[in-house]
């Protein structure tokens, strides 16, 4: 934790950009009746019954001190898509010396994947890119990622999307409309709140940790 807070309190530096990446599912959704026409000074109104149609996933990267996001829609969410991810993610820091990546523990999230999709020279290159911060485990909340996916939920993908292209389509949108006005997050949570916050877990850790 104390890696994560310490990384997002530094300074901007374009040779260390600082990104945040995850994953997150998105269930496919169908009328089966079609909704009413939407009428000035009334709710959209659509009828209970709806269709599902399987599921998709959205790969997501943002960079919070600069507002760059960058967004992928995939069917599944395996390491091959991880690996062709981060290849592309690679390419849009052709400048930076380190790319700062903050993840979560999944299996699929290690530089094996690389290995396991692109020719072992390709591989180690793109291995050298990145610099990894792994979230504790149970403290996905620690990845500035999840306040983005927060707000693609409430404000894209909070009504009825039947197919895959759709959806990469309305969440294309979104990211250029963040990114157009600039949407940056501003993270308070520091070392020291932690300290102050969470002081019954650092005494657990070490019971000198009563004197902070």
């Known amino acids: 934790m104390e890696d994560l807070l310490w990384l997002y309190a530094q300074d901007y530096d374009a040779r260390y950009p600082v990104v945040?990446?995850?994953e997150?599912?998105?269930f496919l959704i169908g009328d089966v009746v079609s909704p009413l026409p939407v009428e000035e000074g009334r709710v959209k109104r659509e009828h209970y019954l709806y269709s599902?149609?399987?599921s998709c996933c959205l790969l997501a990267a943002i960079e919070p001190l600069t507002s760059k996001r960058v967004f992928r829609m995939e069917a599944r969410r395996t390491k091959k898509e991880y690996a062709s991810f981060l290849r592309d993610l690679?390419?849009?820091y052709p400048q930076a010396h380190k790319i700062r990546l903050v993840q979560d523990n999944l299996n699929t999230h290690g530089l094996g994947a690389l290995y396991d999709f692109f020719p072992a020279a390709q591989a180690r290159a793109l291995a050298q890119r990145f610099e990894f911060y792994f979230t504790p485990k149970g403290a996905s909340w620690l990845n500035m990622i999840e306040i983005e996916f927060s707000a693609v939920s409430r404000l894209c993908l909070n009504r009825r999307i039947p197919c895959m292209a759709?959806?990469?389509q309305e969440v294309e949108a979104f990211r250029v409309s963040r990114e157009k006005q600039g949407i940056k997050i501003n993270w308070q949570f520091s070392i020291q709140t932690a300290r102050t916050k969470l002081a019954r877990h650092y005494h657990k850790v070490n019971p000198?940790?009563?004197k902070m």
Request: aromatic share 6%; net charge negative; glycine share 6%.
């Open 20 to 22: 945040c990446f995850d």
């Open 24 to 26: 997150r599912p998105c």
């Open 52 to 54: 599902k149609h399987g």
């Open 90 to 92: 690679a390419q849009e």
């Open 166 to 168: 759709e959806m990469a």
């Open 208 to 210: 000198q940790n009563s």
